[in-house]
């Protein structure tokens, strides 16, 4: 069970490095707008650090996207 819930953190932060590269926008760009250090934001991406629901939805506001999508883990596991 853990095993599995390591895996959908992880999916939830490669969809987040996977949005961002496709909107172009940099990890420096992001920590900016979400008012925490690029070497933090680069912690969210590798899943080192426990992400909050509240963040996941100021990142989602940034990426101007439905917050499901980034927790949506089905096609990041594939990945």
């Known amino acids: 069970m ?3 819930l390591n895996n959908k ?3 939830v932060a490669t969809n987040i490095r996977n949005k ?3 909107l ?3 990890q420096e760009y992001l920590a900016a707008k979400l008012n925490i250090s690029q070497n933090a934001y680069s912690k969210i991406e590798l899943g080192y ?3 909050t629901l509240e963040r996941l939805f100021q990142i989602a506001d ?3 996207i439905d917050l499901m999508e980034l927790v949506n ?3 990041a596991e594939a990945a």
């Open 62 to 64: 940034v990426f101007n």
């Open 49 to 51: 650090t426990k992400i």
């Open 24 to 26: 172009n926008y940099t």
């Open 20 to 22: 961002r590269e496709e």
């Open 2 to 4: 853990k095993n599995l």
């Open 9 to 11: 953190v992880k999916a």
């Open 73 to 75: 883990t089905d096609s």
